[in-house]
C-alpha cells in the first residue's frame, strides 16, 4: 500500500470516529496528515464527501500552498492545513465544526481564556497557574489571509485555533494526539460556557 | 427491483439514521423521493410506523396531491412534500422532529436569520454577507393551507421550511445532498439559539 | 416459551433501548406488560439489575398490588404499575429516570402544560386547541400512596404520570405504544423547557 | 489468566464504557480495582493511553502508596484511588471526567447539596429527608495533599468525592455497583444544574 493510500485508510477512520460524534455534519471538516517534509506534502480528505462515509482512496496529496500534487480536489482549507503544519511541525491537523468552540469564539472574540482546569494537561499545557489562551481568527476565504492570521498569533505550546463563526483546529504529532487535544480542548470550551450559563 | 421498493429501502436506510439521531421520535416525520416527473410521482414512507424499523415495503406511492396511487396509507404530510417537490424540482425531501429547529421558530417566528457563518455552505449558501431567512409558516392539518404558505415564502434558494410547534422540512436533489443540507442547518441553529443562552 | 419468558424478553430488549438513550441510568426504572385481566397479573423488571443487561428471566410476574406471584423479586413500583394498567387498561406501562421530565415537573408542579404542539398526536391528543395537563404527583415510598394520588388525576385521554423529583410512568396498549408515547412526550418536555431556556 | 491481568480485562471493557459515554475524553480518567487487602495491592488503568482503547495488558499493579509493584506506570493519580480504597474499603474506584460534576463544584465549591430526590437511592442514600452533600476537595498534583483533603472530608455513607476543575471519583464493592453509583450521581448533578438553568 503506498504512503498516500495508508495515510488515506487513516484519515477515513478518523473522519468516521469525528462523525460519529457529530463533529463532521454534511460534508465538514478536514484532516490531513504529513507525508513528507522536504518538500512539504499532506495527505488530506477529499472535498464535499459525507466524512462518515470515506474510504482509503478519498484522498488527496497537496503541497504547502494547498494545491494537489496528482489529482483530485483537495478541501479549499488545504492551504491552511499546510500552513499549520509548516509553521508548528505537526504530523497531522484536524478541523472539524463542533460547536462548542465556535460558541466560545463568539463569547471570546479576542481569544478563549482557559486556565486552572486538570484537562489542560490533555491540551499539552499546566493544570494550574498556565493562562491558555486560544486563538480566535475571523472566518475567510483566502486560505492565505488565514494562515497570515494564524502565523500572527502562533505560540507553539498552543495547539488549536478556531476560526469565528467556523470551527476549530488543532494539531499533533500524529492523529491519535490531534485527536486528544481536540477532545480535551472540546471538553475545556463545553465547561467554560457551562460555568456562564449556571451563573457561577 | 422495481423503482418503488429501490426507493422504498433507501427512505428506509435513511430513516433509520434519523433515527438514532433522535429526529424521527415516535413515529415521527416523513421522508420522500421523486420517482416520475410527468406526472408528479415520489415515493413516501408509510404512516404510523417506527422510523428506526422501516423495511422497503413501507412506501407509499403519492401523485401532486399526496393521494396514494397504488394502495397503502401515506403520512398526512405527503401532500406537503409533493408541493415541495412540484415547486423547487427537488429530487428527495425530509421531514424531521429534529428540536433545534422548532425552538429557534419560537424565538423567530417571522423566519430564522442567519449570517456570515461558514456551515450556510453546506446549505448552498455564501458564507460571507448573505442572509438567509429560514422561512417559518404556522402548524396545521390542512396540507393545502400549509403548501400555500409554502409557495408564498418560497425562495429556490432556501432548500428549508420550518412549520412552528411541529419540525422542519429540508429538500435537495436527492436523499444525501437533502441530509448533508439539513445536518448543516440544524447545526447553524443550534449555534444561533446557542449564541442567545450564553449571552453573547 | 412461557408468557412470562416472552414477556422476559420483550422487556429485556426494550430496557436495554431505553438504557441506551440514557433513561434508566444505574438499576433506575423498571417496564411492565399485563399478562392477565382477571385477576390481573402483570410482568414486571426483576429489582436491583443493570437495565442494559437484563435476560427474559429477569421478569416477575405479580398481581394487582405488585406482590410476586411466583417468586423473585420485583420492582418496588409494580404496585403502581398494577395500578395504573388496572385504572388505565394499558397492556405495557413504562417508568423512566429521563432528566426532562423530572425537571419539567421542577418548573410546573401542579402539572406540566402542553398545547397547540404537532407531537402531541404521538401522545394520543390532538395537535390544536387541546390542552393537555401532564400530571405530576408528589414522590414517595408507598405505592397504595401514589397509586392514590395517581388515581385522583387520572383522565383517560393522558396516558402519563410524572413523579416529581423522581421519573416518569407512561403507558399504552402495548410497550411499542408506550414507548412511542414516551418518545414524543419527553420531546414536548424538552422543547418546553427549551422554551424558557432561550426567553421565548 | 492471573488475577491482574482478569482485572485488567475488566477495567478495558469499563473504560470503554465510560469512554463511549464521552467520559474519559482524550486519555482523561482511570479505574481501578483492589488485588489485595494485605497489603493493599490495586490494578490501575496504565497512564497516558486511549481509554476506549485499553487492553488486559494496560493495567499496573500498584501499592498504598500508588507506586508500581511490579513494572508499568500507572496514572498519577493511583496513590489516591489507593487511599480512597484503604479509607473506605470500597473494592473499586473510578474516576472520569464527565462535565456535571466539575460544573456542579464549581457553582457549589463547598460541597453539591442534594436531597429528596429517588435517584439518590441509586447512591447509596435515602430518597426522603437525607441531605445528601457530595465533597469538594480543590485540584492538585500532589496526590497525598489530596488524599488528606479527601480524607478529612470523607464519610461513610458518601461514596464520591469531586476534585474542582478537574473530575469525579465514586467508588462502591466492584467496578458495576461503582458504575450503577456513578450514573445515578451524574444524573442527579444534571438535575441540580438543569434546575438552576430553568430558574425553578
Given at each position: ?90 504530523g497531522a491537523v ?71 463563526r467556523h470551527g ?33
Amino acid at each position: 500500500m503506498t504512503a498516500l493510500a495508508e495515510a488515506g485508510r487513516a484519515l477515513a477512520a478518523e473522519a468516521a470516529r469525528y462523525a460519529g460524534m457529530g463533529w463532521m455534519r454534511g460534508t465538514s471538516g478536514n484532516l490531513s496528515v504529513v507525508l513528507d517534509r522536504d518538500p512539504l506534502r499532506l495527505a488530506v480528505t477529499a472535498s464535499g464527501l459525507d466524512k462518515g462515509e470515506l474510504t482509503e482512496t478519498d484522498v488527496v496529496e497537496v503541497d504547502a500552498e494547498g494545491g494537489a500534487v496528482s489529482g483530485g480536489v483537495p478541501s479549499a482549507e488545504a492551504g491552511l492545513h499546510a500552513r499549520i503544519a509548516a509553521i508548528s511541525g505537526a504530523g497531522a491537523v484536524v478541523h472539524v465544526h463542533a460547536l462548542a468552540p465556535v460558541l466560545a469564539a463568539q463569547r471570546w472574540p479576542g481569544g478563549v481564556p482557559l486556565r486552572d482546569l486538570e484537562m489542560l494537561k490533555g491540551f499539552g499545557r499546566a493544570a494550574h497557574d498556565d493562562l491558555v489562551t486560544v486563538p480566535v481568527i475571523d472566518n475567510g476565504q483566502d486560505m492565505r489571509v488565514l494562515g497570515e492570521a494564524f502565523q500572527r498569533g502562533y505560540r507553539a505550546d498552543t495547539p488549536a485555533l478556531i476560526v469565528a463563526r467556523h470551527g476549530i483546529y488543532v494539531w499533533g504529532a500524529d492523529l491519535r494526539e490531534a485527536r486528544h487535544r481536540l477532545e480535551c480542548l472540546e471538553w475545556l470550551l463545553r465547561f467554560t460556557l457551562g460555568t456562564i450559563l449556571d451563573g457561577s
